[in-house]
């Protein structure tokens, strides 16, 4: 069955750099991906969506790649803020389910 | 109201008791989704609602677990004879559809078993 592994351990970065979050699929490149945010407190918020004929989506200062090969996909946050932490979830669909399965994302911490 | 509305957002119950949380999606939305989050944990999905089909009830962990969506709209999850380990975070979420569409979550309903 499909896994999804992002790294289990936070992110810590400085303010203004780039941040990178990876999501790697351990059986076969999805037709699609979503990747959300989520708050301490609050549920999920939806961000982009990339489908595995768009090599690249961008939405203001977020990048989203998506590499079938490799069986990965890149989330990019130029120019970060301490706003941005949170933590960050690539739930996948199983098959043909309508069911997206999160896993635990992987948490950003941006410090000033 | 704009977006998904659920009820009530914090609930502390005596272990034993039965509960009932509310879920209002957007308007329009025909898929409806019912997500447990414990503490420092990961989404665990309980159960899928879309259209007039018949609900995707795997997730349930027991029999205790019951949810059903009236005509369409407002879903009630219920939790009888409550557990401590039923303890977390209940969230609802909506969609226009299932597939790929996106889904809008609900600030959660927080269940304290005592």
């Known amino acids: 069955s499909q896994k999804i592994e992002q790294n289990s351990e936070a992110l810590n970065i400085q303010e203004g750099k780039t941040a990178t979050l990876t999501c790697n699929y351990t059986?076969?490149?999805?037709?699609?991906l979503q990747w959300y945010r989520q708050d301490p407190g609050r549920g999920p918020v939806f961000l982009l969506l990339i489908r595995e004929n768009e090599k690249e989506k961008r939405k203001e200062r977020l990048k989203v790649t998506f590499d079938t090969t490799l069986k990965q996909s890149l989330f990019h946050i130029t120019a970060s803020q301490p706003a941005d932490s949170a933590t960050y979830l690539c739930?996948?669909?199983?098959?043909?389910?309508?069911?997206?399965?999160f896993g635990r994302g992987t948490s950003l911490i941006v410090h000033p | 109201g704009a977006g998904v509305s659920q009820s009530p957002s914090n609930k502390v119950t005596e272990k034993g008791k039965d509960v009932e949380l509310r879920c209002d999606p957007i308007s329009g939305h025909t898929a409806l989704y019912w997500y447990r989050q414990s503490l420092g944990q990961g989404l665990e999905f309980l159960i899928y609602f879309q259209g007039n089909s018949a609900p995707d009830k795997s997730g349930l962990p027991s029999d205790r677990f019951s949810a059903e969506r009236t005509g369409g709209s407002v879903s009630t999850l219920t939790i009888q004879r409550t557990q401590q380990e039923d303890s977390a975070v209940y969230l609802c979420?909506?969609?226009?559809?299932?597939?790929?569409?996106?889904?809008?979550f609900g600030e959660g309903s927080r269940l304290t078993v005592l």
């Open positions: 059986n076969y490149s999805p037709a699609y």
């Open positions: 979420a909506s969609s226009l559809r299932g597939g790929t569409g996106e889904l809008f």
């Open positions: 739930p996948y669909r199983e098959g043909g389910s309508y069911i997206p399965t």
